[in-house]
């Protein structure tokens, strides 16, 4: 073997420690969440909603699939809005937005969400746990 190959050798196997070392020095998503990085949020239908319980962490959203009925005529009472904030749905131009909660702090509120154009109100509860 040649000084040359011995040295490009020796560099590759530099390179790839370091690699190593760098990529199991960086957390999992399960161990922590940094600040200020997007939750994805969970989608659920709003006829799969009544009676349960959806789980959030402090940042993450509840997008409500409404299916044939207007995004537009839901309403909510949230027992504890400082734990879930309702946000209404709209349509502005081209983009409709769901109805939907966004977790605000930990804890446990119960919701009662509303539609102008149904005569059933769908109760719910949903849990607020701390980011990981």
Known sequence: MTTRHLFAAVGALALI??????????????????AGQVIAPITMPVGDLDGTTVNLVVGQALNIATGDVD????????VDPAVAEFSPG?????????????ARAEGTTTVELHSST?????????????RG
């Open 118 to 130: 149904a005569p059933e109100e769908i109760g719910f509860t949903i849990v607020v746990s701390p």
């Open 71 to 78: 995004v537009t005529s839901f309403t909510a009472t949230v």
């Open 90 to 102: 709209r349509i502005e131009s081209t983009a409709t937005f769901n109805p939907g909660f966004m």
């Open 17 to 34: 420690a370091s690699l190593t070392a760098c990529a199991s020095a960086t957390p999992s998503p399960a161990e922590s969440t940094p």
